[in-house]
């Protein structure tokens, strides 16, 4: 089955500096890779996405970047605010006897100090 | 603004007790999905619902744990009888299969088994 391994676990960033979270995965047939931001007491939102056929998506100062041979995935923030401090989650996904399937890395805990 | 909404935010109960989790996905989204988030474990699929039929619940220990969806407004995960171990927070996401791969996340049902 699909692992996704997440690092760091946590990450402190000085503010207007850039973050840089990586995650790795196993199954060579995951397809698509989100990424998700979670805030004290709410759910997961996605924030950014990325299909296997690409290798670099972009919206404003959040990129991610995907490395389909090194099977490996990586968020990029830049220009770092207070508000993006929280947990991000890498996922990937697969089809698995006709069901789609988002297997989460463990989260990195991200603090933007101001 | 389209949400996933759960219902209750919070639940405590006693060991033994039964305890539904409701769920009324975004409104044309066809695919719901059950997800338990624990410190130790993260975020693990429970259940997967796609047009109202369950397409894979292999993540969820069947002897105590049910889901359903009674119509395309309603999902329901119900554990009956709870235990201290089922402690954790229950999310709720919805997507539109036909046109992405994409799930949004509802704001959760933090449950305490005592």
């Known amino acids: 089955g699909e692992n996704v391994e997440q690092h760091p676990s946590t990450l402190s960033v000085q503010e207007g500096d850039s973050a840089v979270i990586k995650c790795t995965y196993s199954?060579?047939?995951?397809?698509?890779f989100p990424w998700y931001k979670q805030e004290l007491g709410k759910g997961p939102q996605l924030i950014i996405d990325?299909?296997?056929?690409?290798g670099e998506k972009k919206d404003q100062r959040i990129a991610v970047t995907l490395n389909k041979t090194a099977k490996h995935f990586s968020l990029h923030i830049t220009e770092t605010q207070p508000e993006d401090s929280a947990v991000y989650f890498c996922?990937?996904?697969?089809?698995?006897?006709?069901?789609?399937?988002?297997?989460f890395g463990q989260g990195t805990r991200l603090t933007i100090n101001p | 603004d389209a949400r996933v909404t759960q219902t209750p935010r919070h639940k405590v109960t006693e060991m033994g007790q039964e305890v539904t989790m409701r769920c009324q996905p975004i409104?044309?989204?066809?695919?719901v999905f059950w997800y338990r988030q624990t410190m130790m474990q993260g975020l693990e699929l429970l259940a997967y619902?796609?047009?109202?039929?369950?397409?894979?619940d292999s993540g969820m220990p069947k002897d105590r744990f049910s889901a359903e969806m009674p119509d395309a407004t309603l999902a329901t995960l119900k554990i009956q009888p709870s235990e201290p171990r089922d402690s954790a927070v229950y999310f709720c996401?919805?997507?539109?299969?036909?046109?992405?791969?994409?799930?949004?996340f509802g704001p959760g049902t933090r449950l305490t088994v005592t």
């Open positions: 996401a919805s997507g539109l299969r036909t046109t992405s791969y994409e799930q949004y």
């Open positions: 199954d060579s047939a995951s397809n698509y």
């Open positions: 990325i299909r296997s056929n690409v």
């Open positions: 996922a990937a996904r697969r089809l698995i006897q006709g069901a789609q399937k988002l297997v």
């Open positions: 409104l044309g989204h066809n695919t």
């Open positions: 619902f796609r047009n109202r039929a369950p397409l894979d």
